[in-house]
């Protein structure tokens, strides 16, 4: 046979198990799905939009105060729908459906999110450079027991809070093996920081805040108590119930990593889960897969957690491993992949790498 014709059916074979590999994953994932998401993904619209409203009604328990209430959410339903296919044509490589934020519009999305400020303060602490030439091919800090459970911000635009606790839970494991659930609480009603450079960015609790804020107030306050001293109650309407004597785990430092992808990954192995924020506009109709959208906003507005990263898959175009981002979310278990995120890497894809920050935890023994 001759060779260029013989290298031609070469492509041609990887590049057709490459789409059937990708298609497999997705498929996967809308497999396991219920038979709701299914039909918004698949474009099934026979049985109409009346009907899966009525089915996100009762899976998210969902009820409203009058007829025109019901009414309104409904259009905003079916415009969600609408959007969620949209996201599936941007998004091919991840499922998109109806979620609990199907009834919401965009603007009362953002304001379930919770990130404040337009970025990090000019005079942050930088990370020193890691090597990155022993780097492991995957990486998840689940499977090294610094991770605790998925939690839920309700209604609160607190997701700066979790993300901030959830890299100092990490922190606090590896410096003493333990691995206790902070209060998000706590700093939602006692954490008022501010950047000097950026007075709209004080933390405020329901009304949004910023990582670094929080890890600043923790380390002027002394620390941060157990979630179950200080439980989360999703609002910011009470007083500060801080009580020293009951703090967790303190702040030794924190500092922030550049947006180079292997550094992140350096920083993440190294030194524990890394509080990052992320453009959350895919984010509300995610339903599974690997996120990589030809086209994302890199404006910041939510606060998550980077647990590990992996690879799987191939895709189509490139012919090579499609490389991704753990993101612990903290929207429920209830929500994407057991209350996590799969993002690309490689292309700072919604903003993802531009603010990332690594704590350090002070060094105590295991209590």
């Known amino acids: 046979m001759d060779r260029t014709l013989k290298s031609f059916f070469v492509f041609a074979f990887l590049f057709v198990s490459a789409v059937s590999s990708e298609t497999e994953s997705v498929s996967a994932v809308e497999n396991d799905a219920d038979p709701m998401i299914r039909q918004v993904v698949d474009g099934d619209h026979r049985l109409g939009a009346e009907h899966h409203f009525s ?28 959007r969620a296919r949209r996201h599936q044509n941007l998004d091919p490589t991840a499922v998109h459906g109806v979620t609990q934020f199907s009834d919401l519009t965009p603007s009362e999305f953002r304001k379930v999110l919770g990130l404040k400020g337009l970025g990090l303060p000019a005079d942050a602490n930088k990370a020193p450079t890691l090597p990155t030439d022993d780097l492991p091919s995957d990486f998840d800090w689940r499977d090294h027991g610094a991770v605790t459970s998925v939690k839920n911000q309700g209604s609160c635009g607190s997701c700066w809070s979790f993300s901030a606790t959830g890299a100092l839970e990490g922190a606090h494991f590896l410096s003493t093996g333990e691995l206790v659930s902070l209060s998000e609480q706590q700093l939602v009603d006692c954490d008022h920081e501010c950047d000097p450079e950026e007075p709209r ?31 989360y109650t999703g609002t910011d309407r009470g007083a500060c119930k801080f009580d020293k004597s009951k703090i967790a785990a303190s702040v030794a430092n924190f500092s922030v990593v550049s947006l180079d992808e292997d550094q992140i990954a350096a920083n993440l192995v190294k030194n524990g889960p890394l509080a990052v924020a992320i453009n959350a506009v895919f984010m509300q109709t995610y339903i599974g897969g690997v996120s990589c959208p030809y086209i994302c906003s890199r404006r910041l507005d939510h606060g998550v957690l980077l647990v590990g990263y992996g690879s799987s898959g191939y895709a189509p175009i490139r012919m090579k491993e499609k490389q991704y981002w753990i993101i612990k979310n903290s929207w429920g278990e209830n929500w994407g992949e057991n209350g996590y995120y799969k993002i690309c890497r490689g292309r700072n894809i919604c903003g993802v790498d531009s603010m990332v920050s690594t704590v350090a935890a002070v060094h105590t023994t295991s209590h």
């Open 55 to 82: 089915l996100f009604k009762r899976k998210f328990g969902k009820s409203y105060g009058s007829k025109e209430e019901h009414d309104y959410r409904f259009n905003i339903f079916k415009a969600n729908l609408r």
């Open 201 to 231: 960015s004080c933390d405020s609790g329901c009304n949004g805040g910023l990582m670094n804020s929080a890890f600043e107030y923790a380390l002027k306050a002394g620390g941060v108590m157990r979630e179950e001293d200080y439980p």
